[in-house]
């Protein structure tokens, strides 16, 4: 599946064990300021924030269920 995974995307498959970021105090600092996934993520919350209250607050699960996704691969 990684090999296939990765002909597709050109990803490298996580090497474990990687410290879960999450568990880790300030662990937004491990990552660069300008991710594009975090500084999009956090334009267009703020953004929507203004208007939608309710979704703005769906969206802000669905980035933080995303870096957890992407930050903290599991480890078997």
Known sequence: ???ELEAITGAQPFDCPIPAPLTTPGWTNQFPANSPLISLSESTIKIRKKKYWGKFRQKKKTVAKLQRALFSPPCE
């Open 1 to 3: 599946m990684n090999d």
